[in-house]
Nanobody, 125 residues
């Protein structure tokens, strides 16, 4: 059974950084794509970025390019989202998601089969 658990959220001032972690368990994820999404109050869930577990190739939403980086530590079965230059508009609950295929890397939440419970990120101005 796939289980994803995010951690690392918190309160940070504008311009600061946070690193979120997603601990993945339950099976081998070498053929999976791992996505990060976020959802602010009153808004739809938004794509942040995605990475192919084995290949390590990653793609980002325009809002994340140049500021956010996704990486994987296979030995720890953990996916990271490094977030720099955070702004108040980055405030949201951040979710890790998994898709058992890397042929397509969807940017819609419906393309992912497994989700973590989320971790809150709050950026103060």
């Amino acid at each position: 059974q796939v289980q994803l658990v995010e951690s690392g959220g918190g309160l940070v001032q504008a311009g600061g950084s946070l690193r979120l972690s997603c601990a993945a368990s339950g099976r081998s994820f070498s053929s999976y794509a791992m996505g990060w999404f976020r959802q602010a109050p009153g808004k739809e869930r938004e794509f942040v970025g995605v990475i192919r577990w084995h290949a390590g190739t990653s793609y980002y939403a325009d809002s994340a390019k140049g500021r956010f980086t996704i990486s994987i530590d296979s030995a720890k079965s953990t996916v990271y989202l490094q977030m720099n230059s955070l702004q108040p508009e980055d405030t949201a609950v951040y979710y890790c998601a998994a898709r058992p295929s890397t042929q397509e890397l969807p940017r819609n939440s419906g393309g992912y089969n497994y989700w973590g419970p989320g971790t809150q990120v709050t950026v103060s101005s």
